[in-house]
């Protein structure tokens, strides 16, 4: 049981270049979300998804995309990346009306 | 005002004191109380998990809520240096259909040896 992984573990990208973050849980939990954490600042909401084909927008979405065809992954999608996006990306999964586990994290850093 | 409000810190205090960590909140729903905690450069992990108001143990950690007051607080007993880290509360509202949480900034502890 791995629970919430997360590739790559880091990765530098140059500004207007795009990627997607991968992230896949072994948990069946319906609940999956993305987060970015910049220094100083929390925890911040980008998308999550109630269930596979369902996904709706966070706190700070503008920039990203997802998608969610199965229960196990939610993969997000940086296109056309800006330094404003250098931070530390979290994958986190949860069941109903409970908490969520978090993955190890991906940072990004755009030059 | 923000939803959740958490003393930055650094926090720093000799090994075996008593440490407490604290968070306010300012919605009334919240119902679900969580503390993390996260090592540098590493995901945060799940510490404790409360429902409404109350206290709950386990080992060297408790947590405690006072929803009268919108205050909820984590205590870490005989704190050990390998307790330094920082510390993040959530919370969340009883049937709220997306199940999003709501995090404090984090409190940064240091436990010296």
């Known amino acids: 049981n791995a629970g919430v992984t997360q590739t790559p573990k880091f990765r530098i990208l140059k500004i207007g270049q795009s990627m997607t973050l991968q992230c896949t849980q072994d948990?069946?939990?319906?609940?999956m979300y993305w987060y970015r954490q910049d220094p100083g600042m929390g925890l911040k909401l980008i998308y999550y998804s109630v269930g596979a084909g369902i996904t709706d927008k966070g706190e700070v979405p503008n920039g990203y995309n997802v998608s969610r065809s199965t229960t196990e992954d939610f993969p997000l999608r940086l296109e056309l990346a800006a330094p404003s996006q250098t931070s530390v990306y979290f994958c986190?999964?949860?069941?109903?009306?409970?908490?969520?586990?978090f993955g190890p994290g991906t940072r990004l850093l755009v030059l | 005002q923000k939803e959740v409000e958490q003393d930055p810190g650094p926090l720093s205090v000799p090994e075996g004191a008593i440490v407490s960590l604290n968070c306010t909140y300012s919605n009334s729903a919240f119902q679900y109380f969580m503390w993390y905690r996260q090592y540098s450069r590493k995901g945060p992990e799940l510490l404790m998990y409360t429902y409404s108001s109350g206290n709950k143990e386990d080992g060297r950690f408790t947590a405690q809520v006072d929803k009268s007051s919108k205050y909820i607080s984590l205590f870490i007993r005989d704190s050990q240096p390998s307790d330094s880290a920082t510390y993040l509360c959530a919370m969340n509202d009883y049937g709220g259909a997306t199940n999003k949480l709501i995090f404090g900034t984090g409190t940064l502890l240091a436990v010296q040896p």
């Open positions: 986190a999964s949860g069941a109903e009306q409970e908490t969520q586990y």
């Open positions: 948990m069946n939990h319906n609940y």
